[in-house]
T-cell receptor, first 113, second 112 residues
């Protein structure tokens, strides 16, 4: 596709469950980012991949959050033992030109009941 | 802790007027500065980037950067109702990945 694709667009789960969110970046973009956005706030950085490796995971809030990008393209954000505070829109972005010039997907809205 | 501050608004301007959006940042070593526009229920989209002190113009948009004052602004000339959105200021460092720190955004309303 032409843009960054994220699935699912909406996910409702129960507290304590495991969730996976998928991101398919723009073809050829080597840099991939995950951000989280809560209502009324700006996006908050979670993790950055350059190729297959996580170049910076300093934004992951705790060890319940983990992300992979095994072949340097699609990435999966994994959240274990979900908590109500994890409810947010999870945004994926990719970039190939100047760092910081990000192309965002439409996001995955996670609701933890 | 890097911080990027914006007035949440809403900033209301009449159609055809100039909208002025402001942003301050705390990290003096910041190297790159961006404005993203986010329509309600949509994802952010990049509208301007600026790296050097001064002004940068692109159509109806002008970004202004003053590193000494740690201040960046966005001017929108001839504002249109379609400009109504939340404008996010984002600041990057000098690291290779250039992870961005976003402000909370300013909601702009352009009234016909």
């Amino acid at each position: 596709g032409a843009g960054v694709s994220q699935t699912p667009s909406n996910k409702v789960t129960e507290k304590g469950k495991y969730v996976e969110l998928r991101c398919d970046p723009i073809s050829g973009h080597t840099a991939l980012y995950w951000y989280r956005q809560s209502l009324g706030q700006g996006p908050e950085f979670l993790i950055y991949f350059q190729g297959t490796g996580a170049a910076d995971d300093s934004g992951l809030p705790n060890d319940r959050f983990f992300a992979v990008r095994p072949e340097g393209s699609v990435s999966t954000l994994k959240i274990q033992r979900t908590e109500r505070g994890d409810s947010a829109v999870y945004l994926c972005a990719s970039s190939s030109r100047s760092p910081g010039e990000l192309f965002f997907g439409e996001g995955s809205r996670l609701t933890v009941l | 802790q890097k911080e990027v501050e914006q007035n949440s608004g809403p900033l209301s301007v009449p159609e055809g007027a100039i909208a002025s959006l402001n942003c301050t940042y705390s990290d003096r070593v910041s190297q790159s500065f961006f404005w993203y526009r986010q329509y309600s229920g949509k994802s952010p989209e990049l509208i301007m980037s600026i790296y050097s002190n001064g002004d940068k113009e692109d159509g109806r948009f002008t970004a202004q950067l003053n590193k000494a004052s740690q201040y960046v602004s966005l001017l929108i000339r001839d504002s249109q109702p379609s400009d109504s959105a939340t404008y996010l200021c984002a600041v990057g460092g000098n690291n290779a990945g250039n992870m961005l720190t976003f402000g909370g955004g300013t909601r702009l309303m352009v009234k016909p």
